[in-house]
């Protein structure tokens, strides 16, 4: 199966600065890969998806870059604010299966 | 858009009694259906997955059981409770895409 590896498990930034997380696969088959956010005690969401056949994706203040070759895609913040705090999830999945693995997750803590 | 209904949204139940979750979802036809159950500060781990009515595969092997008596209806169940059974549980639906819709979660202790 699909071994997926999400770095940093936690990251502490201050309010304003960027934040990346980066996420690995294993499956080359694997071409949608999205970000689910999950504040505490809620249910994850969908923040922002990517597929195989585009590099980069923006959305206002997330962005979403893919590196097929390498086996990566990461999830960029720009500017962030204290409600960017959460668990954040990656869960890459190939075309058919629908059966995405998630990553372990990482932990965004932004200090006001 | 999907909508997806979970109850009750807490339980507490002794060790060794029945449990029964059930997750109903709305706005899509013929949904590939989930159940997760993630541990206090841990990832999602995935116990069961339906691709249609009757049919369900087992990621986890332990003592919990699914089923899905309806296109839009997964149920979690199990005959005895473990006190490793606590944990907060999530149904799932993906419809036409592979994004993953998650339910409002049900919150289990086991005592």
């Known amino acids: 199966g699909e071994n997926v590896e999400q770095h940093p498990s936690t990251l502490s930034v201050q309010e304003g600065d960027s934040a990346v997380i980066k996420c690995t696969y294993s499956?080359?088959?694997?071409?949608?890969f999205p970000w689910y956010k999950q504040e505490l005690g809620k249910r994850p969401q969908l923040i922002i998806d990517?597929?195989?056949?585009?590099g980069e994706k923006k959305d206002q203040r997330i962005a979403v870059t893919l590196n097929k070759t390498a086996k990566h895609f990461s999830l960029h913040i720009t500017e962030t604010q204290p409600e960017d705090s959460a668990v954040y999830f990656c869960?890459?999945?190939?075309?058919?299966?629908?059966?995405?693995?998630f990553g372990r997750g990482t932990s965004l803590i932004v200090h006001p | 858009s999907q909508t997806i209904h979970q109850w009750p949204a807490t339980l507490v139940q002794p060790v060794g009694s029945p449990l029964s979750l059930e997750c109903t979802v709305e706005?899509?036809?013929?949904?590939?259906l989930y159940w997760y159950r993630q541990a206090a500060g841990r990832g999602l781990q995935l116990l069961f997955y339906?691709?249609?009515?009757?049919?369900i595969s087992s990621e986890v092997p332990q003592n919990l059981s699914a089923s899905r008596p309806q296109d839009r209806q997964f149920i979690l169940s199990s005959k005895k409770l473990l006190l490793s059974d606590s944990g907060f549980y999530l149904c799932?639906?993906?419809?036409?895409?592979?994004?993953?819709?998650f339910g409002p979660g049900t919150r289990l202790l086991v005592l």
């Open positions: 869960a890459p999945s190939r075309g058919g299966s629908y059966i995405p693995t």
């Open positions: 499956d080359s088959a694997s071409n949608y």
């Open positions: 990517i597929r195989s056949n585009v």
């Open positions: 706005g899509t036809s013929n949904p590939n």
């Open positions: 339906s691709v249609g009515i009757g049919q």
């Open positions: 799932a639906c993906t419809g036409s895409s592979e994004t993953q819709y």
